[in-house]
């Protein structure tokens, strides 16, 4: 069965500190990957998404995403995180059946100053 | 033109109420869908429209009641709720429902209170 695994629930990190979140998946046939990021009481907003090619891919706001095929991995990273990054994270994995997406749990990030 | 709107932001109704929420988006996309959010947890697929037509419905329960007048437009009738309904309603577009591969571009969601 399709499913998404985000190992860290809850993740804080200092102002200017770099990030990594983490993603698993599990998926029969060739992943098409998604990192979404959610703030409070907002709607989801696409970070950037794997469908083939280049194995990293770079999405808004200074994140990139590593895609390992070895690992079932696609973790997320930044740099230098700053305080307007504090949200939750999901990844996602979509399948066949009518463009369905499989969240993973989520993982909130806090930034300390 | 990348968005998709909902309305309204909040909605409060008792448990004998009939409302609806709506979502619009111009994007020319295909494929519509209804999640329901609890605070701390991922989106919860509800139904999914293709060319206007219901091609998912995740096993919801009858006083959720989608409606899909046209391709911009995706309605959600709500009759008869319970306080464990109380949620965040988010609506999302793609460019097609048939596949995997295209991303889902969300509103902001209604905020629901049943009482």
């Known amino acids: 069965a399709q499913s998404v695994t985000q190992p860290d629930i809850h993740i804080t990190v200092s102002e200017g500190a770099s990030l990594e979140l983490r993603c698993n998946y599990s998926?029969?046939?060739?992943?098409?990957l998604f990192w979404y990021v959610q703030s409070p009481g907002q709607g989801l907003q696409l970070l950037l998404k794997y469908f083939s090619g280049d194995t990293l891919v770079q999405g808004i706001k200074g994140f990139e995403a590593e895609f390992k095929r070895s690992q079932s991995s696609f973790n997320l990273r930044k740099p230098s995180v700053h305080w307007s990054d504090a949200a939750e994270y999901f990844c996602?994995?979509?399948?066949?059946?009518?463009?369905?997406?499989?969240f993973g749990q989520g993982t909130e990030l806090s930034v300390k100053p | 033109d990348t968005e998709v709107t909902q309305t309204p932001k909040h909605l409060v109704m008792g448990m004998t109420n009939k409302k609806s929420l709506k979502c619009e988006q111009h994007m020319g996309h295909r494929a519509m869908y209804w999640y329901k959010q609890k605070a701390k947890k991922p989106p919860e697929l509800m139904f999914v429209y293709s060319y206007e037509k219901l091609s998912i419905n995740e096993s919801v329960p009858s006083r959720f009641s989608p409606e899909c007048p046209n391709s911009s437009l995706l309605n959600l009738h709500l009759h008869a709720l319970q306080p464990e309904d109380s949620a965040l309603y988010l609506c999302?577009?793609?460019?097609?429902?048939?596949?995997?591969?295209?991303?889902?571009?969300f509103g902001p969601g209604t905020r629901l209170t049943v009482t």
């Open positions: 996602a994995v979509g399948v066949n059946q009518g463009g369905k997406l499989i």
């Open positions: 998926y029969g046939a060739t992943p098409y």
């Open positions: 999302a577009s793609t460019l097609d429902g048939t596949g995997r591969a295209y991303e889902q571009y």
